[in-house]
């Protein structure tokens, strides 16, 4: 089992940046794929971006492409989100996830069965 604890989020302006970190206990996070995925209020929960098992590949959702960068630490169990120019319309919850081994990026929510509780960020205009 592995449990995943989300941190970093908050309250910044648009235009600012912000980092997520997500670290994992139980089991490690290498052999695995990982996500980050968010949550605005009363939509569905939308992939952001992946990473495959030692950081070689990443992909992401177009909307944050350019803006976003997923990144892994395997030694210190931790997966990253730094968040740059955020906009408003970035507000939302934001829950990172990981996979059973596997050695693929994965942009759908069900390839994920590991999801820890959400880090809340708020954009403000």
């Known amino acids: 089992q592995v449990q995943l604890v989300e941190s970093g989020g908050g309250l910044v302006q648009a235009g600012g940046s912000l980092r997520l970190s997500c670290a994992a206990s139980?089991?490690?996070?290498?052999?695995?794929?990982m996500g980050w995925f968010r949550q605005a209020p009363g939509k569905e929960r939308d992939f952001v971006a992946s990473?495959?098992?030692?950081?070689?590949?990443?992909y992401y959702a177009d909307s944050v492409k350019g803006r976003f960068t997923i990144s892994r630490d395997n030694v210190k169990n931790t997966v990253y989100l730094q968040m740059n120019n955020l906009k408003p319309e970035d507000t939302a919850v934001y829950y990172c996830?990981?996979?059973?081994?596997?050695?693929?990026?994965?942009?759908?929510?069900?390839?994920?069965?590991?999801w820890g509780q959400g880090t809340q960020v708020t954009v403000s205009s």
């Open positions: 996830a990981g996979t059973n081994y596997d050695t693929q990026i994965r942009s759908t929510s069900t390839s994920y069965i590991y």
């Open positions: 139980g089991r490690t996070l290498s052999s695995r794929t």
């Open positions: 990473i495959n098992w030692i950081g070689a590949s990443t």
